[in-house]
C-alpha cells in the first residue's frame, strides 16, 4: 500500500473526530478510533516538521538559442 | 555644363551610402511583415504608412536589447539611419533604437482585449476554479532567473514543504515571452499538478505586456488545474490576473494563496487531538469514580467488570497525553463543541454503570452494619423487618451486625410521633 498522503491523513483524522463527535461509538471502538487519531496526528506533525521540498525543473529558459544565419545580409 | 566623369555603380551607391549614413532620422510607421521566428542575425520587415513602405533590417541584439515584442500592426517610432546594400542596389533603415509609439495606444488595445474577454465570459466568477485546500503538486511558472522564482520557493517551503514543486521556466518580457508563456502554462497543465503558480517580478507596463497578451489569457483559461497569477506591483491589472482563477499581488502572495501554512495545520492538529480527548475526559472521571464505588461493594462476582474497567482507564491514561501537551491546545471553539458531543458518549455507560453499583449495595449491606448499623429480621420468615407492623410482641427476630447475629425477643412496638422514622426504627431495635 502506498505510503498515505497528508490530505489523506488529515481526511481520516477528521473521520475519526467526527465519529467519536457522534456518540454512536461502542466504549471499546471509541477507544480504538481514539488511539488510532493520536498516532495519526504524531504521523502527520512528524511529517509537517521533517518533509522537505521536492523542486522538479521540467522547463528551462526556452529562449531557444539561434541558428546563424547563412545567406547574406543586406548591409 | 560640362559633362562629369561618369562614376561607377559601386562608386555611385557608395556616394549614396555615405550620405544616408551621415544624415541620422527619427520615424513613425506601421510595422508590417515581421515574422518572429528567424534564423538571421536580423529581423527584416517594413515600416509604413498610408502611401509608402520602407524596408527595416532590425538586429537582433538591437531587439533584445529594446525587450519590445513586435507585432505586424503596432506603430512604432524608430531611430537611425538608411544605408544601402551595393549588391543589390537596396535600401533599408538600420534601426539603433526604437519604442512603441504613443503607450496611450498600447493601454487602449488591453483595454480593448480585455472587454473583448469579459464579454466571452473568460472573466466569469462562476467559471473560475476553487483551489484545493493541500495540494500535492504545485507548477511554478516564471523566469529562471530573478527574484520571483526564489520568492516563491522559499515561500512553499517555509509553509507546506509536503507539495511537490514542478518548475517551468520562460520568458516573461519582451519578445518570445508571450510565446513562452502559452508553451510553459500547455506543458505545466500536462503534468496534471493540483495548482499552477504564473508570476513575475513588477515591471513596467511594456514589460507586463505578454501578460496581457490573448494568446496567454486563453491559454490560462485552458489550463484543467487552477491558475493563480502573482505579477507584481503594476497598479494596472493584467489581462493574466482578469482571467487567472485567483489573482495575487507578488509572486511571494501567490504562493502564500495556494498553501497553509505549516504552523496553521500543526495548529489543527492540536485542535483534533483535543477534540479526541474530550469526550473521554468527563468519561475517565466517571470511571474512576464508579471503579471506587465497585470496589467498596465488595463486587465478587462483578470482579471481571473491575478488570475490565481498570484496563480500560491504564488505556485511558496511556492514550491521553500529559497536561503539558494538552495546554498547547487552544481551540475554544471545538472544544464547546465537543463537551457537547462529551457528554454524549457519557451518558450510556454512565447509566448502566450506575444501575450496576446500586444493585451491589442492595446486594451487600455488610458496609453498611460495619459502620454500626443493624438489620432485623422476623427469625421464622427471615424478612426484613421494616415496620412495627410486622412483628408484634413476644415475636422472635434476629437482629443482625457486622460480626454476627443476635436472638432476641420483642418487649413492645410504639409508634413514632414528632420523631423521625430513622430515629424510632433505632430506638425499636435497641
Redesign the interface.
Known amino acids: 500500500m502506498a505510503e498515505q498522503t497528508f490530505a489523506e491523513g488529515i481526511a481520516e483524522l477528521e473521520a475519526i473526530v467526527h465519529s467519536l463527535e457522534s456518540g454512536n461509538l461502542e466504549l471499546e471502538d471509541s477507544l480504538t478510533s481514539y488511539e488510532r487519531g493520536v498516532t495519526l496526528i504524531k504521523e502527520l506533525q512528524t511529517k509537517l516538521e521533517t518533509a522537505q521540498q521536492k523542486v522538479t525543473t521540467l522547463l528551462g529558459d526556452v529562449d531557444p538559442a539561434p541558428v546563424e544565419g547563412e545567406e547574406e545580409l543586406m548591409v | 555644363m560640362a559633362e562629369a566623369v561618369a562614376l561607377t555603380v559601386s562608386a555611385a551607391l557608395h556616394l549614396a551610402k555615405d550620405a544616408l549614413r551621415a544624415r541620422p532620422l527619427h520615424i513613425v510607421g506601421e510595422v508590417t511583415g515581421f515574422k518572429p521566428h528567424?534564423?538571421?542575425?536580423?529581423y527584416?520587415f517594413q515600416l509604413k504608412d498610408e502611401d509608402s513602405v520602407m524596408?527595416v533590417?532590425l538586429w537582433?541584439n538591437v531587439f533584445a536589447e529594446m525587450g519590445v515584442e513586435l507585432k505586424d500592426g503596432m506603430i512604432i517610432e524608430v531611430s537611425g539611419h538608411f544605408?544601402v546594400?551595393p549588391?543589390?542596389g537596396?535600401m533599408?533603415f538600420?534601426p539603433r533604437h526604437y519604442k512603441v509609439a504613443g503607450e496611450g495606444d498600447l493601454r487602449a488595445q488591453v483595454a480593448a482585449l480585455a472587454n473583448k474577454l469579459r464579454d466571452e465570459g473568460l472573466m466569469d466568477a462562476t467559471r473560475k476554479k476553487e483551489l484545493p485546500?493541500?495540494p500535492?503538486r504545485i507548477a511554478v511558472i516564471t523566469s529562471?532567473?530573478g527574484a520571483a522564482i526564489h520568492d516563491v520557493?522559499r515561500t512553499?517551503?517555509r509553509r507546506y514543504?509536503?507539495?511537490?514543486?514542478?518548475?517551468?521556466?520562460?520568458?516573461v518580457e519582451g519578445h518570445?515571452a508571450a510565446s513562452?508563456i502559452v508553451?510553459?502554462l500547455q506543458?505545466?497543465d500536462r503534468?496534471g499538478p493540483d495548482v499552477i503558480l504564473l508570476v513575475r517580478g513588477g515591471g513596467s507596463f511594456e514589460d507586463l505586456l505578454p501578460f496581457s497578451d490573448e494568446e496567454v489569457a486563453r491559454a490560462i483559461v485552458a489550463c484543467g488545474a487552477p491558475v493563480v497569477s502573482g505579477v507584481g506591483h503594476e497598479p494596472d491589472y493584467s489581462i493574466a490576473d482578469m482571467v487567472a482563477d485567483v489573482r495575487a499581488s507578488t509572486p511571494t502572495a501567490a504562493a502564500e494563496t495556494v498553501v497553509p501554512a505549516?504552523d496553521e495545520?500543526?495548529g489543527?492538529?492540536a485542535g483534533?487531538?483535543q477534540?479526541?480527548?474530550i469526550?473521554?475526559d468527563q468519561y475517565n472521571l466517571r470511571v474512576d469514580a464508579l471503579q471506587q464505588r465497585l470496589e467498596q461493594a465488595l463486587p465478587g462476582k462483578l470482579e471481571a467488570d473491575v478488570v475490565r474497567i481498570e484496563s480500560?482507564r491504564m488505556?485511558?491514561e496511556q492514550?491521553i497525553?500529559t497536561r503539558l501537551e494538552r495546554d498547547e491546545m487552544t481551540l475554544a471553539n471545538l472544544r464547546l463543541?465537543?463537551i457537547t458531543?462529551g457528554a454524549?458518549?457519557v451518558t450510556e455507560?454512565q447509566i448502566a454503570l450506575t444501575h450496576r453499583g446500586a444493585q451491589l449495595e442492595a446486594l451487600s449491606p455488610l458496609k453498611v452494619l460495619s459502620r454500626g448499623y443493624a438489620a432485623v429480621f422476623d427469625s421464622k420468615t427471615h424478612r426484613v423487618i421494616d415496620s412495627i407492623q410486622k412483628v408484634k410482641a413476644h415475636d422472635q427476630v434476629t437482629v443482625q451486625v457486622a460480626d454476627g447475629s443476635i436472638f432476641t425477643l420483642v418487649e413492645r412496638t410504639e409508634e413514632a410521633e414528632m420523631a423521625t422514622r430513622d430515629n424510632s426504627d433505632k430506638n425499636q431495635k435497641e
Open positions: 528567424t534564423t538571421y542575425r536580423a527584416y524596408e533590417t537582433k544605408d546594400y549588391a543589390k537596396s533599408s538600420i485546500w493541500l500535492e529562471p532567473n520557493l512553499l517551503a514543504p509536503l507539495a511537490d514543486v514542478l518548475f517551468f521556466g520562460t520568458l518570445g513562452g508553451r510553459a506543458t505545466a503534468y505549516r495545520l500543526l489543527i492538529l483534533h487531538l477534540q479526541l480527548i469526550p473521554f480500560m488505556r485511558l492514550a497525553p463543541r465537543f458531543a454524549r458518549l455507560p
